[in-house]
């Protein structure tokens, strides 16, 4: 694939385009007629997966699963996600809408408020297609979530651990802190000793099913020739949790890389003049021990001997992955449903690994809210594309609709893309959105701020503000130009040379919140 990103551990040409011989169906062969059968769908989605991929530009990835599959499709170059932590950026998948309109943070999914919503299950069993979720689609299970219906629903058993004794002291672990959460000790809590908690990673010396994402990959297999047999279009949704902390792998996939080589963050500080608003705290990590690596430390940069183990650990468990991703496009292939199947493959949201001086996800910043998008489209897509438009996720529902001939959603946030992969050249968005939350106190309460952030191609505007109402009262800004400062290393909010450029963002940003905000 031709002009791979340039990602801070250094570009490359990817290895390696399918034969043109793989045959892909025509649009016109597939939609022409109702008597045509749909195509399936197998919709890949990956927890904390950035854009550090061979297919990317990384060197240092190994991910020749995910590559061949970008290889055969198109790699979408700027997705960005809605917020950056699991649970609203699913529900802004799995419904298409924005949560500056279901005003969904933590906790249970609250997508049903909306009236006309229809979430993804739900939507294509409607359309006559079998549905499959197998692992982690839903954030949550039960509850709310029990309103989207799909055939078959699992997940794999057992922890997340291959040691049965890591696996105990995580369980001993959690359950202290909900004992601790029951007595309204969330906040400034004594942390655990190390040897009260599970480690930040394992390398265990297992069969890849010893680990939850290999049993999904295993159960994914066994669903791919059952659906193959029973002779209807499938929408079958296969989530994968790794790269999630704790980074866990089998050793094969440690073996991989060289710890000492791992290439640290271009931009390990603070952005100059951030806000304080906009600094996560490294959530999770301060939840595992470290080992013999020394551990972070709040109001300190990561020691450089931790970050390269966590971040060989972090690749790793990307490659065990891309592993499991490999197993199905291989199924596909020996079962003959390569050339019917649209292939997506989905990042939640990107992580931390140093950018910014931050850890994990929960913020605004580009390394939370990129993550890769690729999309094999048989008839529709050509091989081994990419696009530099602008999508969202709440478009990714909308434009598998439409690839499939089914009914637009009653209501929707999101904007088909189809075009975009008939034409990757084309205009398109002019910008994008998305916010995230924190709490803090302002005249004694304790408040809910938003940050409503504007991306287009070459800026950031982030507005955190009171509530989730864009006329709430602004208590910080933040400005990044991507042109002359990539790495985000200062904050131009303040910069009065750049007023007029911060004014016409805050019009893009008020013109989206206009679309998703909920009619009286």
């Known amino acids: 694939m031709k002009d791979a990103l340039n990602l801070p551990c250094a570009p490359s040409r990817l290895v390696g385009v399918l034969l043109a011989s793989l045959g892909l169906f025509s649009a016109a062969t597939l939609f022409a007629a109702e008597t045509v059968r749909r195509p399936n769908i197998l919709f890949i989605a990956v927890d904390d997966l950035r854009p550090e991929l061979g297919c990317y530009g990384c060197r240092e990835a190994r991910s020749p699963n995910i590559d061949r599959l970008a290889a055969s499709g198109m790699r979408l ?89 890591h696996e105990a002291l995580k369980n001993r672990n959690q359950q202290a802190r909900l004992a601790q959460k029951g007595k309204g000790k969330t906040k400034g809590a004594s942390v655990p000793p190390p040897a009260d908690m599970p480690p930040i ?40 949790f790794k790269p999630h902390l704790p980074f866990c792998a089998p050793k094969k996939y440690w073996d991989l890389y060289d710890e000492g080589a791992m290439s640290l963050a271009p931009n390990p500080e603070l952005p100059r003049d951030m806000p304080e608003v906009a600094f996560s705290g490294h959530p999770n990590m301060f939840n595992y021990s470290y080992g013999d690596y020394a551990p972070l430390q709040m109001g300190q940069r990561m020691p450089d001997r931790t970050a390269r183990h966590l971040i060989r650990a972090y690749r790793a468990c990307v490659s065990f992955t891309d592993a499991q991703v490999g197993r199905l496009l291989d199924e596909l292939e020996a079962l003959g449903l390569t050339q019917d199947t649209i292939v997506v493959l989905w990042g939640d949201h990107g992580w931390h690994l140093g950018d910014s001086g931050l ?138 040379a750049q007023a007029d450029l911060r004014r016409a963002l805050e019009g893009l940003r008020r013109a989206g919140w206009n679309v998703a905000r909920p009619k009286p």
């Not at 960005?80 to 309109?101: G, H, K, W």
């Not at 299970?141 to 219906?149: H, L, N, Q, Y």
Request: proline content about 8%; aromatic content about 10%.
């Open 359 to 496: 850890w994990s996800k929960h913020t605004n910043f580009e390394a939370a809210t990129w993550a890769p998008l690729i999309v094999r489209a048989p008839g529709t897509t050509k091989l081994g594309t990419h696009s530099r438009a602008l999508v969202e996720t709440v478009d990714i529902l909308p434009t598998l609709l439409d690839l499939c001939g089914l009914p637009a959603l009653p209501v929707s946030d999101g904007r088909s893309f189809r075009p975009v992969l008939e034409h990757p050249e084309r205009p398109w968005k002019s910008a994008v959105f998305h916010v995230f939350d924190r709490h803090r106190v302002i005249d004694g309460k304790n408040t809910l701020i938003l940050g409503f952030a504007v991306r287009t191609p070459t800026h950031r505007l982030v507005s955190w503000r009171v509530g989730w109402d864009l006329e709430g009262r602004e208590i910080a800004a933040e400005l990044y130009d991507y042109v002359s400062d990539p790495h985000e290393t200062r904050n131009l909010a303040g910069d009065p």
């Open 77 to 165: 170059d700027r997705h960005y996600v809605q917020f950056a932590v699991c649970i609203p950026s699913r529900v802004a998948l799995l419904t298409s809408l924005r949560s500056e309109r279901t005003h969904q943070i933590y906790g249970p999914p609250v997508w049903q408020k909306i009236a006309g919503a229809r979430p993804w299950g739900e939507t294509f069993k409607a359309g006559g297609y079998s549905t499959v979720s197998l692992g982690k689609i839903w954030h949550v299970e039960g509850g709310p979530v029990g309103r989207d219906t799909f055939d078959v629903k699992w997940t794999p058993a057992g922890g997340q651990y291959a040691d049965p004794a």
């Open 201 to 240: 990673t394992e390398c265990a010396e297992v069969p890849d099913n010893v680990y939850p994402d290999g049993q999904t990959g295993d159960r994914a297999i066994e669903e791919i020739r059952r659906l193959k047999s029973a002779g209807k279009p499938f929408m079958l949704a296969v989530g994968f």
